[in-house]
């Protein structure tokens, strides 16, 4: 199958491997030359615009930061639309309101093209080996199209409908336990140090007692050794949880714990450190308490 992943980041260059893995042929479409020189190395094909994708690809996998970009990329003046077969398949994976969701599919029924809402979880490794969670919703036409890519990138697969926002629905939800786990994970760490406790040791029982998660055992490794390659940035969660926020206030529910797990990522890219790992939101718990964190990063 000729397929186009848009957005080689952390989890789009894990599926675009993934999906080589499984025999298809995939052209990544990503504006950093290193990105795509880093995918050719692998062998596959990589354009900088939509515009270039081979003519009569079959499905598209987006990995973009939000809607907008989504919409740019396919839609937009150098967008992959005209590039895509007939009956081509979006499988749309960025975190969006879900009401951009529905705007999306309609704009690609408008193009002749089906849509999959498919956000997923699972990070960077599990992207690599083809072990990602996918919360879909889609027509039974779109999901049949969409079978062979799903199943080279996903381990787990939740159909929640055939109305695309409903897996954009489920993503923001899944958002608000994967901020909050991250804001409080830096809480700990970061009481934990200031009331002198060794940040290793304090990793080492938490990990091993019932007050972990799987937050706390993935990101706090980057805490301990400095290292704040942005596999998921703080400016992420600003966005996501700003979503959060964006639901609640429509359905009226209150999020407390989520609102103030947002201003602490908010906090933390206001002091320069938007576009480093997420688990440096504890930045923010640094500069209130002045603790020394383990390593510099």
Known sequence: MQVAVIGLGSMGMGSALSLLRAGHAVAGLEPRPEARAAFVAAGGAAVAQGADLPQGTEAVVVFTVNAAQAAAAIFGPQGAAPRLARDAVLIVSATMAPADARDLAAQAAAHGLLYVDAPVSGGAARARDGQLTLMLAGSPAAMARAAPV???IAAKIWQLGDTPGQGATMKVVHQL??????AVAAEAMALGIKAGIAPERLFEIVTNAAGNSWMFENRMPHVLAGDTTPHSAVNIFVK???LVGDLAREVAFPVPLAAMAHQLFVSAAAQGHGGI???FVIR????????TLPKAG
Do not use: M, P, T
């Not at 923010?284 to 603790?291: F, P, R, V």
């Open 150 to 152: 799903l199943e080279a």
């Open 177 to 182: 336990l994967a901020g909050v786990h991250i």
């Open 240 to 242: 996501d949880l700003g």
């Open 277 to 279: 790992d997420d688990a």
């Open 284 to 291: 923010a718990y640094q500069a209130l308490s002045g603790i």
